[in-house]
Every structure is written in C-alpha cells, then in structure tokens.
C-alpha cells in the first residue's frame, strides 16, 4: 500500500510557473516509478512527466522545456516544476506511483493559468 499526498496547483497568470509536490508514504520503498498526469475537462487524462526510481525521466511533448519533474528521496517526494505555464496547461494534475503492474493515484491539484 502506498499513500499520495499532493500540493501546489493554485492559480498563475500565463508566463508564470508552479511547483507541485507528491510525498508518497507506506510502502514507498517499492515504488519503481511515479509520474504527473493531467486531466483538462472533456478531455482523457494525459500523461505529463514521469521518473523512475533510477531516476530516468520522460515527458510529454507539450511539455518539454518548460516542465521538470524531480525527486527527493529523503522525503520520499516528488516534484513538478511547471515554468511558462500557457492556459493549455489548465488540468488537474495527479500523481501517480507504480508498484509493480499497480497504479496508485493521489487525489488531485487543481492547476488553472489566466490569459
């Protein structure tokens, strides 16, 4: 079992940019990966970055350049930076973690960009 806690969505002008956090506690010790994903409405959740726990990172293509995901393993946390941030990047951002064929899901961060 394992336990996702996020923060940091909130408001932004475009141009601005964000930090989410996503500490994992339990059985965090057998996380091989965790991720972002961001779900607009009337749209399918996407993926958005992810790193594994070699540290081995990916992203998507809208993303890339302006996006960081990150880790802290002493707090078992991962992070997104989220820099230019454009009103495309409106979504609710959750984290995920992936014990072996399993996906845990965090509760969700609502990230809303004004133009």
């Known amino acids: 079992q394992v336990q996702l806690v996020e923060s940091g969505g909130g408001l932004v002008q475009a141009g601005g940019s964000l930090r989410l956090s996503c500490a994992a506690s339990?059985?965090?010790?057998?996380?091989?990966?965790m991720g972002w994903f961001r779900q607009a409405p009337g749209k399918q959740r996407e993926l958005v970055a992810g790193i594994t726990s070699g540290g081995s990172t990916n992203y998507a293509d809208s993303v890339k350049g302006r996006f960081t995901i990150s880790r802290d393993n002493a707090k078992n946390t991962v992070y997104l930076q989220m820099n230019s941030l454009k009103p495309e990047d409106t979504a609710v951002y959750y984290c995920?973690?992936?014990?072996?064929?399993?996906?845990?899901w965090g509760q969700g961060t609502q990230v809303t960009v004004s133009s």
């Open positions: 995920d973690a992936r014990i072996l064929q399993t996906m845990y």
């Open positions: 339990g059985n965090s010790f057998s996380i091989n990966a």
